[in-house]
């Protein structure tokens, strides 16, 4: 299992995933579950993946290779090539089918689920900027003001913080802070879930990566905003009324 999350506001989108794969008690493994796709001053393209591991890989190794032709020219049907971001979710959703059909029998046969989704976000020189989400079906919805945000793999125990503090006009800053609370939230009730956590914050019409971080198992700021928050949970349920007992 794994924990993807990106949210869009009128700053920028934060995009964050966790790193941690397993096949049982005893098979944990470490990959990256963000992909990033930069032009500068063309376009960033952030790519975010759940579900099947060699499903996932095998989607983005696809879309990097078809980035260019044979002669090393840019391909116009490919990530860095299409003009809308609704045209690469498009294409991601088309190659997630491609992999699925290619594969997914072998794999159904051993009782393993082929699928995956993604989260796609980012912005393109001359038009808005975006934040998708991907299913394993291929097809695609995009956020809006009412729903900013969108979250893959292992998503319940952190969607509560994220529904009360992020809306559009929340801060890129309170963004980043609220999506690693609520990634110690998950980390907390599901082991599956674990470090490094990958960060990036997109900043609007910046047509370039500036905002990134990873934060190991043992990372001071990681640790201490999780110590934060638990202190700061428990202090306002002290102060919550008591149960008013006829």
Known sequence: MTYCVAAVTDQGIVFASDSRTNAGVDQLAIFSKMTVIEAPDDRVVVLLSAGNLASTQSVTSLLKLRMRNDDGEINPRGIIGLRSLYDVAALVGDTMREVVERDG????????????????????????????????????????????????????YGKPIIDR????????????????????????????????????????????????????????????????WSAGLRRVFREAPDVPWN
């Open 105 to 156: 029998p072998a794999l159904t046969q051993q009782n393993i689920d082929p699928g995956c989704t993604f989260i796609l976000g980012g912005q393109i020189k001359g038009k808005s900027q975006r934040l998708f989400r991907i299913y394993a079906q291929g097809n695609f919805i995009e956020t809006s003001r009412d729903t900013n945000f969108f979250q893959i793999g292992e998503t319940k």
């Open 165 to 228: 503090v992020v809306n559009y006009e929340t801060s890129l800053k309170d963004v980043a802070k609220c999506l690693l609370v609520s990634f110690n939230s998950t980390m907390r009730s599901n082991l599956s879930v674990g470090p490094p956590i990958e960060l990036l914050a997109y900043e609007k019409d910046s047509l370039r990566v500036t905002l990134r971080q990873r934060f190991t198992e043992n990372d001071p700021y990681f640790a201490e905003i999780g110590r934060f």
